[in-house]
């Protein structure tokens, strides 16, 4: 089994930030303005699509299951050439 990989904490960030945003947005009721929310989604999600540390789209894709849950918990699991505590 791979080991989990280490994100970024500015990563991290960013994916809590869209995830709270989505939320806003989820419980925001109809007709309530969301212009403002639905764009900050849309340039969250611009930013974390093309973060630097992603260094190949697959990467993404394989990766961002891992990022969410990671945002949630607010930790990283180690990197390759970390042991896990």
């Keep these: 089994m791979r080991p989990p990989f ?3 904490e500015d990563r991290i960030t ?3 930030a869209w995830q709270q945003t989505y939320a806003e947005l989820a419980q925001a009721p ?3 303005g969301t212009t403002a929310l ?3 989604l849309i340039t969250l999600s611009g930013t974390l699509c ?3 540390s992603w260094a190949a ?3 993404w894709r394989a990766g ?3 990022l969410r849950r990671a945002a949630r918990t607010h930790t ?3 990197t390759d050439g970390e042991a896990a505590a």
Excluded: V, Y
């Design 14 to 16: 960013l994916q809590r």
């Design 57 to 59: 789209p697959a990467a």
């Design 50 to 52: 093309t973060h630097p």
């Design 76 to 78: 990283s699991a180690p």
């Design 30 to 32: 109809a007709g309530a």
């Design 64 to 66: 961002s299951a891992e």
């Design 38 to 40: 639905r764009r900050r």
């Design 6 to 8: 280490r994100f970024p």
